[in-house]
């Protein structure tokens, strides 16, 4: 089983940036998808940005250009760097794996702009 541990949310102005960390228990190289959701209260959870098994890209449109979906050199942690934060952008942001055909969610880690 993957467990998956997210840090680094907070509050930042607009403008600001933040660098959300994702932890897993073992290793998510061979993951068939991973990635980062987000959720408002009211509000469906949302696509952030996802990394497919061929390594492709995938970001929500408004959030293009201004958010970064990375892998680091550990094979366990995959991060989202977030900058020119908006007040949209304030939710509870989800780290995701799939692997073996099995969803796996992080608990979560608030992040808030302030306007």
């Known amino acids: 089983q993957v467990q998956l541990v997210e840090s680094g949310g907070g509050l930042v102005q607009t403008g600001g940036s933040l660098r959300l960390s994702c932890a897993a228990s073992g290793s998510i190289f061979s993951a068939n998808l991973m990635g980062w959701y987000r959720q408002v209260p009211g509000k469906q959870r949302e696509l952030v940005a996802v990394?497919?098994?061929?390594?492709?890209?995938n970001y929500l449109d408004s959030v293009k250009g201004r958010f970064t979906v990375s892998r680091g050199n550990a094979e366990n942690t995959l991060y989202l760097q977030m900058n020119s934060l908006k007040p949209e952008d304030t939710a509870v942001y989800y780290c995701?794996?799939?692997?073996?055909?099995?969803?796996?969610w992080g608990q979560g880690t608030q992040v808030t702009v302030s306007s």
């Open positions: 995701y794996v799939k692997r073996r055909g099995m969803d796996y």
């Open positions: 990394i497919s098994p061929l390594g492709y890209f």
